[in-house]
């Protein structure tokens, strides 16, 4: 049904009329360089000279004709809605009898989802839809079978193999993304994967020499409206403007999140008025109880993105005549008039009613295909409770990839380095990597806030170049290009989720949150999509990407927003890989492992280490990588054993060689590798010393030292000749004067200390 007839004339309700958007007259485009000059929006033109008109609201008559499809498309129309809604109804059942677990329904929003299926091409277009999103998956190709799978919790259900709630999408044949229950993340990610085909196009080595990507692919993303209140919703918006990428954004506004109607939600009760503002929009409203109308709306929506004239926005009114879910019960708060009125408005009965009226199909006609339909159902329910659930013993499969393992063999190159070259620092050795990583793979996008040299590409060759506050990413704009190498709006969680949605198509980000303070923002996007996609959909996706955080204190003035160092918030994520590195050989050896991993990396980078003399190294060569899960033993002992990561590094080293003075052989373990730890390497340390002292800079309660520490009392406990000792951060926050800084952070003498009282224990 992806080929229907664009509709000329359509039937406007009383109530909502068409918006149209035209497009402002443009600043200069920062980097990466703009597409070529678009298209005109649709009429009316504006006038040269004029002032910039944002929004035109023409007065719209209702025709009295209207080019509506043929009988047959009309009849499969209905049958799939009237499916949709029999689904939600067979669950409900199912869900009465305790035989499912959760329902939340699709019920009338079925009329422009039916619609928008039909002006995008499955398995061609992306789709990043809600859960509400029913009726359009099965106009995609989704089967009853598929959904009731879902719902049963079934091996064999295609969006999570049993691991989500029903109604969370997911279908890799029809490139239906995997998706989660957190309201409006999604959004971002559909951006990410409708900007990876944009800059497919223009990176030369990989313009028409990628599968998978189509010169006119349209990305389709839903929300509520409720969801609109999200910030990410504000910021999807933004980028997709800014860039002119061809996103369909459908606002399924039923008029309550849960039980909080839109006039609270929403300042003026009406998002799309909210959003006029944004240039390249293409605005339009529709009755999305009407099948015809959604199907004018959907064509012209979806045609201006095929255009690339920029994202789409469709605010369909429809409505909700069941409760948020079957957890709820909207009798609570909304009264048995305003339900009733609703339910007068049922897309499903008033397209049947007006295909019956209008001659399309008799009563009898209308009733076979019910039947049809519930026969189908039924017999999709009876499949589904017989199928098979997923094997216990696969609960922890597809935490991390399958395929690639980064604490393999093959990542191992460290015994055979050969350094050449002068010493270089961190900083240094880190951007070598990045540049070497860069020009061996095409696919790699790096991003973030103040990574390019300059976004005004008029200006590059007169100035010097940021590259990173801390000049990490210095001079890749320069080399690779402003379409590989860009800037990013101040804004976390837009970098980590349009990061999710190109390496869900293949790309390879390595972004960059500027400080580890500031990550926040990102952390939905990081805890319940990044580390979760793969997992959750039974590997049926991932999205293998690099964020790398430059983290940790003692900066003298760092103070309380540059110097955090909760490490143990993202440790205790399964799925993610986090790596921390003590010196400039390490960094290297590790980003290149972590660049070709298959899994998402959280990368640290401690700020005080960056330019350190004594943590130098020569560069060891472009196939130089360790791999993840190995400790380092930084210097032999064998009295005490010291294991530790980052800056407590060196100033564990430096403590063990005071208490050498003493008479104390102290041996130190860097870990550099956090999710996977080297656990045999402590076993082995701690077998030979029989006194541990876990040092880190995190906070002493709850911090990463907490977990090594207990997991050593309890497997190697009869190994102890004393309690593990830890030495950490106070359990505050780092203040700006120095002297409260040295106090709060743990120093050499804390080490020293630490050593002294456990060697006399």
């Known amino acids: 049904m992806n080929d229907t007839k664009v509709l000329k004339l359509v039937r406007k309700s009383a109530s909502d009329s068409l918006e149209v958007v035209i497009d402002e007259p443009q600043a200069a485009k920062p980097a990466p360089a703009p597409r070529p000059t678009p298209v005109e929006s649709p009429k009316p033109r504006a006038v040269p000279g004029a002032k910039p008109m944002h929004t035109v609201k023409p007065d719209i008559e209702r025709s009295t004709s209207e080019d509506i499809p043929d009988r047959e498309t009309l009849i499969q129309m209905y049958r799939t809605m009237y499916m949709s809604r029999r689904i939600d109804d067979r669950e409900i059942q199912l869900k ?28 061609y277009d992306w789709f990043y839809p809600y859960y509400r999103d029913r009726a359009l998956c099965l106009q995609l190709g989704m089967t009853p079978l598929e959904m009731l799978l879902a719902a049963v919790g079934a091996e064999d259900d295609p969006s999570s193999h049993g691991r989500q709630m029903p109604s969370h999408w997911g279908h890799t044949k029809l490139n239906i993304v995997s998706q989660s229950s957190p309201t409006g993340t999604q959004l971002l990610q559909a951006v990410g994967c409708a900007e990876a085909n944009y800059r ?17 692919e349209v990305t389709y993303v839903s929300l509520g409206d409720g969801t609109s209140s999200e910030g990410e919703f504000w910021e999807a918006l933004n980028t997709a403007c800014n860039l ?110 007006r295909l019956i009226d209008e001659g399309f199909i008799d009563q009898n006609g209308l009733q076979k295909i019910k039947d049809e339909v519930d026969h189908e159902i039924a017999e999709a329910a009876d499949q589904a409770l017989a199928a098979d659930p997923p094997r216990i013993e696969t609960v922890q499969k597809f935490v991390f990839s399958p395929d690639v393992d980064p604490t ?34 095409p696919r790699i996008v790096v991003f973030g806030e103040d990574v390019a040299d300059c976004s005004r590409q008029e200006y590059l060759e007169s100035v010097k170049g940021k590259g990173g506050v801390f000049k990490v990413t210095a001079n890749l704009q320069r080399k690779y290009g402003s379409e590989r190498v860009f800037n990013s709006p101040l804004a976390e969680a837009n970098i980590v989720g349009r990061a999710i949605g190109m390496a869900t198509r293949g ?30 959909s039974g590997n049926e996706w991932k999205a293998p990407m690099v964020i790398r955080v430059p983290i940790g204190g003692y900066l003298k003035g760092g103070a309380v927003y540059h110097s955090q160092s909760g490490v143990s ?27 070709r991993s298959d899994d998402p990396v959280l990368f640290l980078e401690h700020k005080h280490l960056y330019r350190q003399a004594y943590n130098k190294s020569q560069y060891p060569g472009d196939e130089f990588m360790i791999p993840f899960g190995k400790a380092k033993r930084v210097r032999e002992g064998n009295d005490i054993s010291i294991i530790t990561y980052g800056a407590l590094v060196q100033r564990s080293l430096v403590a063990a060689k005071q208490a050498e003075q003493d008479g104390v052989s102290v041996e130190v373990i860097d870990l550099r590798s956090l999710v996977p730890y080297d656990w045999k390497a402590i076993t082995e340390s701690v077998k030979k010393t029989n006194r541990v002292i876990v040092a880190h800079e995190d906070s002493l309660s ?60």
């Open 96 to 123: 009465g009898q305790n035989r499912i677990y959760f329902q939340i329904s699709g019920a009338g929003h079925e009329a422009v989802l039916v619609a928008a299926g039909m002006c995008l091409k499955s398995g």
């Open 200 to 216: 497919v196009n223009l990176i030369s080595e990989l313009k028409n020499k990628t599968e998978g990507f189509h010169h006119d």
């Open 244 to 353: 002119k990428l061809p996103v369909v954004f459908l606002l399924e506004d039923n008029g309550y999140a849960i039980s909080v109607p839109v006039e609270v939600q929403t300042a003026g009760g009406d998002v799309s008025r909210l959003v006029q503002g944004f240039p390249s929009l293409y605005i339009q409203k529709c009755d999305g109880t009407d099948p015809i109308e959604s199907l004018s709306t959907m064509e012209r929506a979806v045609q201006y993105c095929r255009d690339r004239k920029g994202p789409s926005l469709v605010h369909a009114k429809v409505i909700r005549p069941y409760s948020h879910s079957l957890s709820d019960d909207e009798k609570l708060y909304r009264p048995d008039e305003e339900r009733a009125s609703d339910a007068e408005r049922d897309p499903v009965k008033r397209f049947g009613a």
């Open 408 to 441: 393999a063999r093959q990542f191992d190159t460290e015994d055979a380095v050969e350094l050449s070259g002068n010493a270089g620092t961190m900083v240094d050795l880190i951007n070598r990597c990045l540049h070497t990583e860069m020009s061996r793979n």
């Open 507 to 536: 790309l390879k980000p390595v972004v960059e949150i500027q400080f580890f303070d500031y990550i926040w923002p990102a952390m939905h996007q990081i805890r319940n999509e990044l580390a979760l996609l793969r997992w959750r």
């Open 569 to 595: 918030t993202f440790t205790q994520i399964p799925g993610l890989r986090v790596i921390y590195p003590s010196n400039a050989l390490d960094a290297n050896g590790l980003l290149r492992t972590a660049i």
């Open 702 to 761: 709850f911090g990463y030292g907490a977990e090594i520490a207990a997991r050593i009392s309890s497997e190697l406990f009869e190994h102890l000749d004393a309690p593990v000792r830890r030495v950490c951060a106070l359990d505050t926050f780092v203040a700006y004067a120095p002297q409260l800084e040295d106090i709060i952070l743990p120093q050499v003498a804390d080490v020293a200390k630490a050593i002294s009282e456990l060697k006399t224990y």
